[in-house]
Every structure is written in C-alpha cells, then in structure tokens.
C-alpha cells in the first residue's frame, strides 16, 4: 500500500535540471547532469533536453527562484515533457510545489536511483534492503502521495476523533502509523536474513581462507572481473546498477592457494544516505573481507571522481584502510597513452587491467597473491601409501609441485594453507 509511484511506468519524456550554487562548480554539476541521463535512461525514460542552472541564493519553496522556475515549467511542458527531474535532493514541500504548479511528475536523483534499485533487485535481501530504503524516502512525502489525504475521514459529530480537527489529519496519521509499521516489520525481516547471513559467514570461517572483495563505481565492471578471476557466470550487463546482490566465488592463486571473492553493489555520487544504510548488511562484505580489489573505468572522464566517491563511502561504512589493489580496468577503450601515465604517476600502486582482453590479469593475480602469501606454506613430504589421502587433500586445498613414488613412499612438493599444516607437519621431511 504504502510506496512511491511507479514513475517509470508514467512517464516518457523528461527535461533533466541540474543546479549549482558556485559558478567554480559548474563543471562538477555538468558532470553529473551527465550522470543523471545514463541514469534516467536506465529507466527506459526519454530524455527531451538537459538545463544547468546557476543559482545565486536558494528558494525555499523552489530551490531555484521562482521567475527560473515558471520559465522551466513552460519549457517543459513546450517541449512536450510529462515529467521534470532534478539532479538535486528536493524537499517534499519543494517538490509538492513543483507538482502542484506545473502539473507535471516532479522527482529528484534520490528517487531515481531508489527506483532503478527497485527495478534491479532479484534476492531476497535486496528486495527487503530496497523497500525500506524507498518507505524512510517517501514517509515525509505522504501528503502528496495520496489524494485522500486531503479529505476528513468520517463525519465530525459530537464524541468523534474528527471534531476540531484539519481535513485529512486524521487519515494521515493513520497512514503515518501503518507506514512505521510496515518499516518496522521491513527491519525486523532484515534482521533475519542478517542473521542467516552471519550463519553462513560462520560456516565460511571454519575453513580460513583468504576472502576479497571487488568494490568501485558503479558500471565500471566488478561482476565481468569476477567471472575472469573464477571462470562464473555471474549477471553481467552494461548498465548502472546491474549487481545489487553479492555473489561471492571460490579461486585458485598460481600457487595453489584458494580465496573467495565477493562483487558487490556500485556506488554512485549523491547516493542517499538511506540506500548506504539499508544495504549495509550486503557492504559489510566488505568490512569482514581481508583486501579489497577497487576497480575504477580508466576510459571514463570522470575516473578521479569515481575514485574518490568510493573512497568515501567505504569510509563512511568503517572500510577505511583496509588492504587494497587499485585495478583500473578497461584499459583498451583509453585512446590517449597519456592518460595511463597520469594515473601510474597518481596512483604508483595501482594495476591497469582489461577484463574485456585479458590485459594485466596476470598482474592483479601477483598482487592478490602479495596479499595472502604469508597465508600458505610451503612443505617436502614423504607420505606411506596408506596417507595417500594427503596427497588428495594437497590437490584440494593446495598445489602439488612435484609429486613421485619410491617403494611404499610418496614424495610430495607442495604449497598448502598454514591451517592445514598440522595435518602434515608428522610427514614433514
């Protein structure tokens, strides 16, 4: 009952406005109009035209000034728009004023990422982790929500709750109390499918193996690196947003070692803070994993910003320091040399990939094994043929580097985890 309109299914042509307050950050807001229309059109919405506006002080009641605003009503509607989108966070009162004088569908970059999650989620999780986000959205907004609300609810006679009372009040604190309610019940379900997940963590740590996981902007092609590292299938698709789940893989390093990677959900510039808190049981992969692999779109212009959007996201979630390899993939889409050397001048550590190619795969695996090389050991065996069991649990767990039989002896060169050294120091030669 209690949910944001389903926009997409309204609307088919938007004017996309885009403000900024100092004239120094006109290029950033470019940008991010930008941004906005990849995202819209994740929608499936068309985009009639884009406006950058310079505001010079904001409006309460429209946060651009009210002659620029009456103006971009009338060019919306010119230009045949059923819907105007804002790059920036509106307020429900700035957004109901919009609506109410224009007569268009009026929504923020908040509600179109909140509706392309919706759109993108498949789990369980994701579902729950979204409609939440999307309840804490539109809890302030109920008054626009729902034409009822204007009205009383009952007849206002003696020893009645309507008495005295504004039209609509009393129906609207009905809804504001099932929508607590079903927030409520939204956590609660959350809670369980956190604690199904803290169970199966569990069973991952009883076998300590080596996790990672691949963090970084959004489209910028965590799920394809994922399926090269581990040769899976995970859902790969060219558009925002594709991955709202983790998806966590067993591979093998060169040396015989196994780790698990996890992909896990992009980030975006302006990403409300209510999706950051909603998916924070699905990015908490990334506090409990040993390293992270940051993948940034070398191609794209805004790769710097990209960067720094994810940096400070994972520090908001307390990922902040952690051991990480910055990997900038799509290296054979730069057409400019320049730019690589720019990056290796900013970034001495990092690693340049293509997924797509295959390009310095076998240089990320080196430093995915820089981090976990003090996790293996390496051990000469001679095993009786009875503990040919061994010799199994090295291929399983480990690598066999040499492997040769003398009367009733088996003699074994091996790489195997430090946890499963006990199993083998008796045979240790």
């Known amino acids: 009952m209690f949910d944001i309109k389903a926009k997409p299914n309204l609307v088919e042509s938007a004017l996309l406005i885009g403000a900024h307050f100092k004239r120094d950050e006109a290029d950033e807001a470019r940008d991010l109009l930008e941004e906005l229309k990849d995202l819209v059109s994740t929608l499936g919405i068309g985009i009639a035209e884009t406006v950058l506006v310079n505001v010079r002080e904001i409006s309460p009641r429209y946060l651009i000034g009210s002659g620029k605003a009456k103006e971009l009503m009338d060019h919306a509607k010119e230009i045949g728009c059923d819907c105007i989108i804002f790059d920036n966070e509106l307020s429900p009162g ?3 004023a919009w609506e109410e004088e224009s007569g268009l569908c009026v929504i923020d970059r908040q509600e179109v990422i909140l509706d392309i999650f919706n759109m993108r989620a498949r789990s369980r999780e994701a579902r729950l982790q979204v409609a939440l986000a999307r309840m804490e959205y539109s809890m302030p907004r109920l008054t626009r929500m729902w034409a009822h609300l204007d009205r009383q609810r009952g007849a206002g006679g003696a020893g009645t709750g309507g008495a005295g009372r504004g039209e609509g009040e009393m129906q609207l604190e009905v809804d504001r109390r099932l929508a607590d309610k079903r927030i409520d019940k939204l956590k609660a379900d959350l809670n369980e499918v956190k604690k199904q997940r803290d169970t199966q963590r569990k069973e991952r740590s009883r076998v300590p193996v080596p996790h990672g996981a691949i963090v970084g902007y959004t489209n910028a092609g965590k799920s394809s690196l994922l399926n090269k590292l581990t040769s899976s299938d995970v859902f790969v698709e060219d558009k925002l947003f594709a991955t709202l ?8 390093l060169p040396d015989g070692q196994h780790i698990l990677l996890t992909d ?10 209510n999706l950051v808190q909603s998916f924070r049981a699905t990015l908490e992969e990334t506090l409990l994993a040993d390293f992270l692999i940051h993948v940034v779109d070398a191609s794209h212009h805004g790769a710097e910003a990209f960067l720094k959007t994810t940096a400070s996201t994972l520090d908001e979630l307390g990922a902040a320091g952690k051991k990480t390899i910055l990997a900038f993939n799509k290296i054979d889409l730069v057409t400019d040399s320049t730019r690589l050397l720019e990056f290796g001048q900013h970034h001495p ?3 340049f990939i293509s997924v797509k190619t295959g390009a310095g795969i076998d240089g990320l695996l080196n430093r995915i094994h820089e981090m976990v090389f003090d996790r293996v050991v390496r051990l000469n065996l001679r095993l009786p043929m009875n503990r040919l069991d061994l010799v199994a649990l090295a291929h399983e767990e480990g690598k066999v580097l040499s492997e040769d039989y003398e009367a009733e002896v088996a003699i074994v060169q091996c790489v ?3 946890w499963l050294v006990s199993r083998f120091e008796k045979f240790v030669e």
């Open 349 to 351: 550590d990092a690693v």
């Open 416 to 418: 195997v985890p430090k």
């Open 245 to 252: 789940d983790t998806s966590t893989r067993r591979m093998e």
């Open 94 to 96: 700035q957004q109901r």
């Open 264 to 273: 896990t959900v992009g980030f975006v510039r302006r990403l409300p803070h």
